[in-house]
């Protein structure tokens, strides 16, 4: 099962931008399905953040914003916050596989 | 409120059999494709299967197809997984989860807090 490629951590202090990138290829994010953003807080469920590579869900902060280009996909945060610290997962579809595929996951660290 | 709660989890043999539940409430459940998605101790989210709102149209992860099926009772708001010829490697916190539209490969929403399930001898 194919998986997207992300960087295992990032990091950054209060109040900086990080990005996420989310790598895939000409099957899914490459085939043109859309990606979608999860944050994970310790212990707790995925929470969706992101859908079809830019649109928050209400009541998500407009800190948070994504984008998509080729076969990558990226999400940012800017005005980082002691909160933001959790994982952070991207998702898409493979056509060939008939598959829901996520990303390795990203933990965002607040320094 | 929407809400999805997972049952039947537990600790099992190998080779061993269980079937989880998931029982919706709070929105349309036969409108809504549903997935499992689950996840390693320390490691990150696996999808596992979907099936859709009618419950016609099922998807496998390769690593699970021929020993795990999903199904629906609409009639009851509750989703099923039914786990056989379990391994090791499948221990995993279970999420069952709602797709957002009725449209393809769309993101999940909804999310349950999930069911442990420990496969060891």
């Known amino acids: 099962q194919s998986v997207l490629t992300q960087p295992p951590s990032v990091s950054g202090a209060p109040g900086q931008r990080v990005t996420i990138s989310c790598t895939g290829s000409?099957?899914?994010?490459?085939?043109?399905?859309?990606v979608h953003w999860y944050q994970q807080l310790p212990g707790t469920a995925p929470k969706l953040l992101m859908y079809?590579?830019?649109n928050r869900p209400s009541g998500v902060p407009d800190r948070f914003s994504g984008s998509k280009s080729g076969t990558s996909a990226s999400l940012a945060i800017s005005g980082l916050q002691a909160e933001d610290e959790a994982d952070y997962y991207c998702?898409?579809?493979?056509?060939?596989?008939?598959?829901?595929?996520f990303g390795t996951g990203t933990k965002v660290t607040v320094l | 409120q929407v809400q999805l709660v997972e049952s039947g989890g537990g600790v099992v043999q190998p080779g061993w059999s269980l079937r989880l539940s998931c029982a919706a409430s709070?929105?349309?459940?036969?409108?809504?494709?549903m997935h499992w998605v689950r996840q390693a101790p320390g490691k990150g989210l696996e999808w596992v299967t979907i099936?859709?709102?009618?419950?016609?149209?099922?998807y496998d992860a390769d690593s699970v197809k021929g020993r795990f099926t999903v199904s629906r009772d609409n009639s009851k708001n509750t989703l099923y997984l039914q786990m056989n010829s379990l391994r090791a490697e499948d221990t995993a916190v279970y999420y069952c989860?709602?797709?957002?539209?009725?449209?393809?490969?769309?993101?999940?929403?909804?999310w349950g807090q999930g069911t442990m399930v420990t496969v060891s001898s």
């Open positions: 998702q898409s579809y493979d056509a060939g596989l008939t598959a829901y595929v």
């Open positions: 989860a709602r797709e957002r539209t009725h449209h393809a490969a769309d993101a999940i929403d909804i």
């Open positions: 099936i859709s709102s009618d419950g016609r149209t099922k």
């Open positions: 079809d590579n830019t």
């Open positions: 709070g929105f349309i459940f036969s409108r809504h494709a």
């Open positions: 000409s099957s899914d994010i490459g085939a043109g399905y859309d």
